[in-house]
């Protein structure tokens, strides 16, 4: 069936009849229209009538400004990342969480700007009686769906899901530089597997095996098959120079509307001119929004943010906020992550008080890092508790007082059946809190994933890991894993319930006996250790 155009909102006939790459649409008893609101125009909820368990955001993650962008991510409800809340005492603290959620807005500002004028037209329909319900309807008879916007102004870089690296390398080394050079060459960014020649993501196993098989899409803006066929491959030196300079003198690029990132490379964005061109989007982002602004952050503190995002020294923000970015669950996985937090901490669990041990072993220890046994974890976390104990001149019952609850994330089948058989141990030193119901697929290998057809349920019990952790005051995490960084990007950039989070590295621990080392480790403590001269 072919349509006209002029009926649907300014869409042209050529995209509207066009077979699209559409997102994913989970209707509007999940897609709400507050919720598209929200994301596309920025516009504010009210607070929830009553309060949610320590789980992952929703509309229920706050009330006010900018609550449906910011409570997509991973952040646990009351979290600082969420309220806009100040830390105690610590002004450099704040203004650093500050200027990450300011990084991640402007991020959500620029992937959702090209839709907005569609989108307006279309809430504007509801100004005709049963006019927005017959247009959307309209549209969905060309499969148009709720979160399908054309944005026939923008350009795009499209990188891939790599299918054989794990999470943490995938979207450390390889998506998040994607995302900061669309931010740097102005062009929206959007991940794509399981067309064309483009091969599925591993790590996904639902029909569409791409990133929105558990995260929400990148942006509304939706390409055709076509854009994607007739797309520019963008690589090399090229893409290089691009990312170091914003453009490339060579106009079959520039002019591009499409260039495809295939694969994605592992991208060095040290001399990315970033700085600048994010800077003026933080700016731009601010001064269209400035009466939303003025309601969570005062200028004072505005103005210290951007102090930091100005700093060329300070590379990891932005890596920071693309992470978080690209890694907001879509809304069915983000209530299911509610509702297991939910069952797996009392309404009254006090984080501050709770120590998380991420524990990453299996196929990890066989060549890129030494790991501990579960043994030694408990003996490090007792250890730890006494520190924080002594620091804080508590006598009595110094590792309860500390610590009174370990909370245990693994993919190890083995660590966590020890780990869920402590809760029964006399004697033992915590309360343990580990996720009975945690897939463990005793792997972080792509393909045996892949073969089980299991990515999914891999990709849901670790983000459980991940929020878990985030109910936590203090964090020990082996540093050689990617994942447990992907942990302590969130932990530092105030997503955790405990107003903060302080996140240690094995690699730092000041007992040598915890210290483990890194295939690539290069201090002269783990040149020592390979050595055998300790």
Known sequence: MRLDASTYHGNTESWLNATRYGNVDHGPYILTDEILEGLLLFRPVPAPS?????????????????????????????????????IPHDEARTALIDSHRLLYLAIHEHQHRHARAEAVRRLNMYGDPGGYAKSMSRLATSGVGRFDYECRDAKFLVGTMDGH?????????????????????????????????????????????????FFMPMTPCVLTAADLMNGT???????????????????????????????????????????QTVHELVRATYDNYTDLFSSVISPSRFEKAEAIIRDPNELWLLEGAAVSYILRPNLVYNAKLKDRMGELFPRDFDAGKALGIPIRS??????????????????????????????????????????????????????????????????????????????????????????????????????????????????????????????SIFLGNGYSAGSINNFECLQENENPAYRVCCQWTNTQFCKNKRSGSI
């Open 165 to 213: 690296a794990g999470i943490g390398y995938v979207i450390r080394k390889q998506s998040a530089p994607v995302l900061l050079a669309g931010l740097n060459t102005g062009r929206v960014v959007t991940y794509v597997n399981n067309i064309n020649d483009i091969p599925p993501w591993g790590l996904a196993s639902c029909d569409r095996h791409d990133h929105q098989c």
């Open 50 to 86: 009553r309060p949610m368990p320590g789980g992952g955001g929703g509309v229920d993650g706050g009330g006010g400004a900018f609550v449906v962008p910011l409570s997509r991510s991973v952040a646990i409800r009351n979290s600082n990342f969420l309220t806009w809340g100040e």
């Open 362 to 487: 299996t196929d990890k220890c066989v060549r890129e890092s030494e790991c501990l046994s579960f043994a030694e974890y408990v003996d490090l976390s007792v250890e730890f508790s006494r520190k924080k104990a002594a620091k804080n001149k508590t006598s009595m019952d110094p590792i309860s007082r500390a610590h009174g609850t370990i909370v245990v994330t693994t993919e190890s089948r083995a660590i966590l059946d020890l780990a869920i058989a402590a809760k029964n141990y006399t004697g033992f030193p915590f309360k343990v809190i580990a996720n009975d119901q945690d897939v463990a697929q005793d792997t972080g290998n792509v393909e045996t994933i892949k073969n089980n057809n299991a990515g999914d349920d891999v990709m849901y019990s670790t983000f459980t890991s991940i929020q878990m952790q985030l109910m936590t005051g203090d964090t020990i995490g082996n540093c050689c894993s990617n994942f447990h960084k992907l942990i």
């Open 233 to 275: 491959i963008i690589g090399g030196d090229v893409l290089g120079r691009m990312l170091i300079t914003g453009r490339v003198d060579d106009d079959r690029y520039n002019d591009a509307r499409v260039l495809i990132v295939n694969p994605s490379p592992h991208m060095d964005l040290s001399r990315a001119r970033h700085r």
